[in-house]
Nanobody, 123 residues
Framework: QVQLVESGGGLVQAGGSLRLSCAASGRTFSSHIMGWFRQAPGKEREFVTAVRWSDGLTYYADSVKGRFTISRDAAKNAGYLQMNSLKPEDTAVYYC????????????????WGQGTQVTVSS
Protein backbone atom coordinates (compact mmCIF):
# COMPACT_ATOMS: atom_id res chain seq x y z
CA GLN A 1 0.00 0.00 0.00
CA VAL A 2 1.02 3.57 -0.70
CA GLN A 3 -0.24 6.50 1.28
CA LEU A 4 -0.22 9.92 -0.36
CA VAL A 5 -0.68 13.29 1.29
CA GLU A 6 -0.94 16.53 -0.67
CA SER A 7 -0.15 19.96 0.65
CA GLY A 8 0.55 23.46 -0.59
CA GLY A 9 -2.80 24.54 -1.93
CA GLY A 10 -4.20 27.96 -1.33
CA LEU A 11 -5.56 31.13 -2.82
CA VAL A 12 -3.59 32.99 -5.44
CA GLN A 13 -4.32 35.70 -7.97
CA ALA A 14 -4.27 34.99 -11.67
CA GLY A 15 -0.71 35.00 -12.93
CA GLY A 16 0.65 33.85 -9.61
CA SER A 17 2.33 30.64 -8.56
CA LEU A 18 1.86 27.80 -6.12
CA ARG A 19 3.89 24.73 -5.34
CA LEU A 20 2.10 21.56 -4.33
CA SER A 21 3.76 18.69 -2.53
CA CYS A 22 2.87 15.03 -2.42
CA ALA A 23 4.43 12.89 0.27
CA ALA A 24 4.40 9.16 -0.35
CA SER A 25 4.89 6.59 2.34
CA GLY A 26 4.25 2.97 3.15
CA ARG A 27 6.03 1.45 0.18
CA THR A 28 9.15 1.90 -1.87
CA PHE A 29 8.29 4.30 -4.66
CA SER A 30 11.12 3.67 -7.08
CA SER A 31 9.07 1.62 -9.55
CA HIS A 32 6.06 3.90 -9.50
CA ILE A 33 4.58 6.66 -11.55
CA MET A 34 3.24 9.68 -9.69
CA GLY A 35 0.54 11.74 -11.29
CA TRP A 36 -1.45 14.83 -10.52
CA PHE A 37 -5.15 15.16 -11.20
CA ARG A 38 -7.57 17.95 -10.55
CA GLN A 39 -11.30 18.26 -10.21
CA ALA A 40 -13.37 21.41 -10.20
CA PRO A 41 -16.89 21.42 -8.75
CA GLY A 42 -19.30 19.86 -11.18
CA LYS A 43 -16.52 18.82 -13.53
CA GLU A 44 -14.87 15.55 -14.40
CA ARG A 45 -11.55 14.66 -12.88
CA GLU A 46 -8.77 15.81 -15.19
CA PHE A 47 -5.35 14.27 -15.65
CA VAL A 48 -2.77 17.03 -15.32
CA THR A 49 0.71 15.55 -15.35
CA ALA A 50 2.81 12.57 -14.31
CA VAL A 51 6.41 11.60 -13.73
CA ARG A 52 8.04 8.20 -13.89
CA TRP A 53 10.08 7.76 -10.76
CA SER A 54 12.84 5.69 -12.26
CA ASP A 55 14.08 8.16 -14.84
CA GLY A 56 12.07 11.34 -14.45
CA LEU A 57 10.15 11.04 -17.72
CA THR A 58 7.23 13.45 -17.61
CA TYR A 59 4.00 14.08 -19.40
CA TYR A 60 1.79 17.17 -19.32
CA ALA A 61 -1.74 17.80 -20.39
CA ASP A 62 -1.97 20.48 -23.04
CA SER A 63 -3.86 22.74 -20.67
CA VAL A 64 -0.87 23.09 -18.35
CA LYS A 65 2.09 22.50 -20.62
CA GLY A 66 4.61 25.29 -20.28
CA ARG A 67 3.10 26.50 -17.02
CA PHE A 68 3.29 23.53 -14.67
CA THR A 69 6.32 21.47 -13.79
CA ILE A 70 6.27 18.11 -12.06
CA SER A 71 9.31 16.86 -10.20
CA ARG A 72 10.27 14.30 -7.61
CA ASP A 73 12.71 13.87 -4.78
CA ALA A 74 13.43 10.17 -4.70
CA ALA A 75 15.26 10.33 -1.39
CA LYS A 76 12.12 11.66 0.26
CA ASN A 77 9.55 9.75 -1.79
CA ALA A 78 8.03 13.14 -2.46
CA GLY A 79 6.65 14.72 -5.58
CA TYR A 80 6.04 18.34 -6.40
CA LEU A 81 3.90 20.32 -8.76
CA GLN A 82 5.14 23.82 -9.49
CA MET A 83 2.30 25.84 -10.94
CA ASN A 84 3.11 29.13 -12.62
CA SER A 85 1.03 31.62 -14.59
CA LEU A 86 -2.07 30.36 -12.88
CA LYS A 87 -5.44 31.00 -14.43
CA PRO A 88 -8.90 31.01 -12.86
CA GLU A 89 -9.68 27.85 -14.80
CA ASP A 90 -6.93 26.11 -12.83
CA THR A 91 -9.13 26.35 -9.75
CA ALA A 92 -9.79 22.83 -8.51
CA VAL A 93 -8.98 20.29 -5.88
CA TYR A 94 -5.64 18.81 -6.84
CA TYR A 95 -4.91 15.18 -6.10
CA CYS A 96 -1.71 13.27 -6.33
CA UNK A 97 -1.93 9.65 -7.33
CA UNK A 98 0.37 6.71 -7.93
CA UNK A 99 0.53 3.57 -9.97
CA UNK A 100 3.04 0.79 -10.40
CA UNK A 101 4.49 0.84 -13.87
CA UNK A 102 2.31 1.61 -16.82
CA UNK A 103 2.52 4.42 -19.34
CA UNK A 104 3.43 7.82 -17.99
CA UNK A 105 1.18 9.61 -20.47
CA UNK A 106 -1.89 7.54 -19.60
CA UNK A 107 -4.40 8.38 -16.92
CA UNK A 108 -5.23 4.70 -16.57
CA UNK A 109 -4.09 2.52 -13.71
CA UNK A 110 -3.76 4.85 -10.75
CA UNK A 111 -4.47 2.82 -7.64
CA UNK A 112 -3.44 5.14 -4.83
CA TRP A 113 -4.83 8.58 -4.18
CA GLY A 114 -4.32 11.41 -1.78
CA GLN A 115 -7.14 13.39 -0.24
CA GLY A 116 -6.56 16.50 -2.28
CA THR A 117 -5.59 20.09 -1.70
CA GLN A 118 -7.63 23.08 -2.80
CA VAL A 119 -6.20 25.53 -5.30
CA THR A 120 -8.19 28.68 -5.93
CA VAL A 121 -7.11 31.21 -8.53
CA SER A 122 -8.88 34.54 -8.41
CA SER A 123 -9.21 37.00 -11.25
Amino acid sequence: QVQLVESGGGLVQAGGSLRLSCAASGRTFSSHIMGWFRQAPGKEREFVTAVRWSDGLTYYADSVKGRFTISRDAAKNAGYLQMNSLKPEDTAVYYCAAKIGGVVSSRIGYAYWGQGTQVTVSS
